[in-house]
């Protein structure tokens, strides 16, 4: 009693598309998936399915078989990779060189190899979400640090033209965007191309007239 209490414990609700085209695997699957608490928002017998019921459901990970018919496991692991949908599991009763390489270059989160029991199962979900989480947040902080240095870039444009057109020190200029920024609520990005929209035509207007 205290294991299976360990076991419920340890395994978060988390929502599973699992595919095998064998009808007696999947429902042994479902059964052990929701007896560690996981919630089964769909089955698939079919790679082709699966990938159509991930993009619908979204669920926080799909564990699927690799030999299927229609499609097999491995191409449509890439594909619901690819689209950013969740993170694969992949089930199979071989173990070669081969088909492992082609899972992790399909992107296959973890591999299992049947036939598994729940303790083989269960962490190699764990650890296929997390691998999937950190991939997310790693993708977030390079946008976010594109983000930022566009933003450092314009700033230091605007505060290069508010010295030289405006008679303000490299400090004074800093405050005034970022007082601005407050001030209008808008981003300091935006009001550096504000700035350097303005004074550069203003720059280029002076140029003219010359």
């Known amino acids: 009693m205290s294991e299976e209490k ?12 699992v595919v095998e085209d064998e009808t007696i695997i999947r429902l042994d699957i479902v059964e052990l998936l929701t007896g560690a608490g996981y919630n089964v928002v769909a089955e698939a017998d079919n790679g082709e399915e699966a990938v159509t019921l991930a993009k619908e459901h979204t669920p926080d990970v799909v564990l699927m078989d690799v030999q299927m018919p229609v499609k ?43 036939p598994f029991t729940e303790h083989d199962l269960i962490p190699a979900i ?27 870039k314009l ?3 605007a505060k290069s033209l ?14 005034w965007i970022q007082k601005t920024s407050m001030n209008k609520r808008m981003s300091m990005q935006q009001v550096a191309e504000a700035v350097i929209e303005q004074l550069s035509g203003s720059n280029n207007q002076q140029t003219e007239k010359k």
């Open 72 to 114: 097999d496991g491995i191409t449509a692991a890439e594909e619901i990779v690819e689209a950013g949908i969740a993170p694969v599991v992949l089930l199979t009763a071989f173990s070669q060189p081969d088909l492992v390489a082609r899972a992790q270059k399909a992107g296959a989160m973890a591999y299992v190899v049947k």
């Open 155 to 157: 700033v230091d444009r």
């Open 126 to 152: 764990e650890v296929a979400v997390g691998r999937f989480e950190q991939m997310k947040q790693l993708e977030k902080e390079i946008t976010d640090l594109k983000q930022r240095f566009e933003t450092r």
């Open 162 to 175: 508010l010295t030289e057109q405006m008679n303000l020190s490299e400090p004074d200029a800093f405050r």
């Open 6 to 17: 360990n076991t419920d414990q340890q395994a978060p609700a988390r929502s599973v598309l």
